[in-house]
């Protein structure tokens, strides 16, 4: 079955620390991966997208993420969190006989100042 | 700035009770999503629409849900009757066919007392 898994389920991080979240899905052919970020209380969000060419994508927010094809991988990092990226953040990836969006199960982050 | 938009934002109900939530997706965008969120289940697809046609209501509970799209800018969602296990937060998100990116409404907060 098409899924998607973040191992990271609760990061604690202090301001300026680097990030970065773990996100993959199994195969299923050609992806479309996505990153959306839920603020506290709000809807989610797109941060950024990967459909195909550099597979370093950035994002908004000094966010980035890589995908690693081979390791059916597509982490999210930001080099140094402030307190205002604290949310949920999810993976998503569209396989592409489907308009649908699987979606990871969200890793929580947590900034303190 | 195009967004879609949900009504009501909040719903308070008794068990029982019959609920309405209404979505207005962007103008344009053929395909129409509604998702769940709670806690424990995470981000759930409930059903989805392209060109106003059902596609997939698989995640939907048959017995007491059902999803229509009476016109291009109108998707409801309908609990009938409501019981306490629906209570979460319903999302409607609306994409441009082809391009798989998702655009989220701010939500529904649905209680079932």
């Known amino acids: 079955a098409q899924s998607v898994s973040q191992h990271n389920h609760h990061v604690i991080l202090s301001e300026a620390a680097s990030l970065e979240l773990g996100c993959n899905y199994s195969?299923?052919?050609?992806?479309?991966l996505f990153w959306y970020v839920q603020y506290p209380g709000q809807h989610l969000q797109l941060l950024l997208k990967y459909f195909s060419g550099d597979p370093l994508v950035k994002g908004i927010k000094g966010f980035e993420a890589e995908f690693i094809k081979s390791k059916f991988s597509f982490n999210l990092r930001k080099p140094s969190v402030q307190w205002s990226d604290t949310a949920e953040y999810f993976c998503a990836v569209n396989y592409r006989n489907t308009d649908k969006l699987i979606f990871g199960t969200g890793t929580r982050l947590q900034v303190f100042p | 700035d195009a967004r879609v938009t949900q009504t009501p934002r909040h719903k308070v109900t008794e068990m029982g009770q019959e609920v309405t939530m209404r979505c207005q997706p962007i103008?344009?965008?053929?395909?129409v999503f509604w998702y769940r969120q709670t806690m424990m289940q995470g981000l759930e697809l409930l059903a989805y629409?392209?060109?106003?046609?059902?596609?997939?209501d698989s995640g939907m509970p048959k017995d007491r849900f059902s999803a229509e799209m009476p016109d291009a800018t109108l998707a409801t969602l309908k609990i009938q009757p409501s019981e306490p296990r629906d209570s979460a937060v319903y999302f409607c998100?609306?994409?441009?066919?082809?391009?798989?990116?998702?655009?989220f409404g701010p939500g529904t907060r649905l209680t079932v007392l």
């Open positions: 998100a609306s994409g441009p066919t082809g391009t798989y990116e998702q655009f």
């Open positions: 195969y299923g052919g050609t992806v479309n």
């Open positions: 103008l344009g965008h053929n395909t």
């Open positions: 629409f392209r060109n106003r046609a059902p596609l997939d």
